[in-house]
Each structure stands twice: as structure tokens, then as C-alpha cells.
């Protein structure tokens, strides 16, 4: 039997500042309004953003609830140390806005 592609959603509380941060890391564009698709540059869909309680999935209903409650995102890339660099270059912003 072979695998079909599956695209995860995740649900999150800023819907635009997540489309940004999840582009700036992975180098990728995003196409769409409410379920936000981040895109590789031939159009295959990376990862798919959804603002918390948008619809009423029972899922994503409740935004208050802790992070990390099993979800594991896994990716493969050819590009893991631009990625790697691009995350550092975003620790290091981080760090001096908050220092």
C-alpha cells in the first residue's frame, strides 16, 4: 500500500505572526485566508495554519489549553542548515529584544 501525502494543521492563537515566523524558517510563501497553506516554491504544501476557534472543529476549540500534548511535527528538507542558520539568526533577534 503506498502513502498518500498528508498535510498537518496545526491550530494557532496568531494567525498572521505564525504565517510569518513559519516562512521566515522555512523559506517558504503562503496562499490562502482562513486555513493559511505555507508553500514550497513548487507549490507543495509544507504546512497548513489555522487560527484557534475560526470554526467549531472540536480540536480547535480551545485555545487556552497547555502546549504540547503529544502533537509532533515532522519535516524533511534538503535545506537543513540554511534552516538551522536562519534559526539562530531569529535566537539572536529574540535575545536582544528581550535583553
Request: hydrophobic share 35%.
Amino acid at each position: 500500500m503506498r502513502m498518500k501525502k498528508i498535510d498537518p494543521i496545526i491550530a494557532v492563537k496568531d494567525l498572521e505572526a505564525s504565517t510569518e515566523w513559519n516562512q521566515s524558517v522555512l523559506g517558504c510563501r503562503s496562499r490562502g485566508k482562513h486555513i493559511i497553506s505555507l508553500v514550497s516554491e513548487n507549490d507543495e504544501i509544507l504546512l497548513c495554519l489555522h487560527k484557534w476557534t475560526e470554526h467549531d472543529y472540536p480540536t480547535m476549540k480551545n485555545p487556552n489549553i497547555t502546549p504540547g500534548n503529544g502533537l509532533i511535527l515532522y519535516f524533511r528538507t534538503e535545506n537543513l542548515s540554511g534552516i538551522r542558520k536562519t534559526l539562530k539568526n531569529l535566537a539572536a533577534k529574540l535575545k536582544r529584544t528581550f535583553i
